[in-house]
């Protein structure tokens, strides 16, 4: 009886989601683009993503994707980019290329085959992407992440650090303590030790980039863990900017809204996953973030250090 009922529900779920996708614009640039409803196993890989997410192009003024241009913003750069495999560093690795930087991402093996994608993508606008399967919740793997760019690399111009993990609990009470320390090992541990590391071998002119999140602004009460880490990494990102701000070194943050990466069918339920949207009709695409990253990086934020850009499809926050 209740394998019949699951049928039916699947059937319905089905017919219900094939409707909104008939009544959802096209362009994933468009107010009302919705993503169908889909699930995986985490960390989640960008390759099973059912549409895929934009990476190479941002809207144009009518909300379809073009091409990001470059112009050589970063030519001759060194990046390093954690969780580069994929969603906002994938993209991230993208646009650098665009602009003449070569990176090196770092991500869980088990995302290799997204890695080798990437850095496809990269090899493609003539730049290099070197690849380091790397657990970075141990200290020891922050310092090899920051070694193997130098050995590869010769220079670290660029540290973003984006990797990061959720997990929705709807209480306090539903987070089990390892969820708790191991959400903190992931997000905002690694940002110190590779912090640290890199800005041994910074100088005058080079940056690094936190990706923070909107929740740490709005207080999401189902992500309380995941949010608390983002508050850390604004704080983190205020401090490491008043130490270096005066050597040249600027320390900023992004702090996105919803964005349509492998993260959100890895950890949001199916609820969640309808609600995904901004106040300005839709979801962000990676590459609405890379376009941030970008401008962080590059000499055209000269003027911002200590500061958290609030790329979030228009949600108003203080801070
Ligand atoms: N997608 C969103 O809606 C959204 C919103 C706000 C902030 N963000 C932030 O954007 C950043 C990038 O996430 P995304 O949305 O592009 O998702 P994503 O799943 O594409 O990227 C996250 C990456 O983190 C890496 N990672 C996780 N645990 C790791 C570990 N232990 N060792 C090494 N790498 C590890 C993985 O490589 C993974 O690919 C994260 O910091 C996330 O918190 C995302």
Redesign the pocket.
């Known amino acids: 009886m209740a394998a019949i009922r699951d049928l039916v529900d699947n059937a319905k779920e089905a017919l219900s989601s094939k409707s909104e996708q008939q009544s959802t614009p096209k362009s994933q640039f468009k107010s009302g683009w919705q993503p169908q409803v889909q699930h995986q196993a985490r960390?989640?890989l960008e390759s099973d993503m059912q549409e895929p997410a934009q990476i190479e192009n941002v809207p144009d003024f009518d909300g379809e994707p073009r091409l990001y241009k470059g112009s050589g913003k970063l030519e001759g750069r060194k990046a390093i980019i954690?969780?580069g495999?994929?969603?906002?560093?994938r993209s991230t690795a993208v646009l650098f290329a665009i602009e003449g930087a070569d990176s090196l991402i770092?991500?869980?093996p088990q995302?290799e085959s997204d890695a080798q994608k990437t850095a496809q993508l990269v090899q493609k606008y003539g730049r290099q992407c070197h690849l380091l399967p790397?657990?970075?919740?141990v200290q020891a793997n922050c310092q090899k992440i920051v070694d193997e760019a130098i050995a590869k690399m010769g220079a670290i111009n660029i540290l973003f650090n984006?990797?990061?993990?959720?997990l929705v609990k709807e209480t306090i009470f539903d987070i089990p303590d390892e969820q708790w320390l191991d959400t903190f090992n992931?997000n905002i541990h690694p940002m110190f030790y590779l912090s640290k590391a890199a800005l041994k071998h910074m100088k005058h002119g080079d940056v690094i980039i936190n990706?923070a999140?909107?929740n740490a602004y709005v207080g999401r009460p189902d992500l309380l863990d995941y949010t608390s880490t983002k508050g850390a990494i604004v704080a983190f990102t205020r401090g490491l900017s008043n130490q270096f701000v005066d050597k040249g070194i600027r320390v900023n943050a992004v702090a996105?809204?919803?964005?349509w990466?492998?993260?959100?069918p890895?950890t949001m339920s199916t609820q969640a996953i309808k609600e995904f949207t901004a106040p300005i009709g839709r979801p962000g695409q990676?590459s609405e973030i890379a376009t941030v990253v970008v401008f962080l990086a590059s000499t055209d934020s000269s003027l911002l250090s200590g500061q958290t850009i609030h790329a979030n499809g228009g949600t108003v926050v203080n801070g």
């Open positions: 960390p989640g954690t969780g495999d994929s969603g906002i560093g770092a991500y869980l995302e790397i657990d970075i919740r984006n990797a990061a993990t959720q992931t990706n999140s909107i996105p809204g919803p964005v990466t492998p993260l959100i890895a990676p």
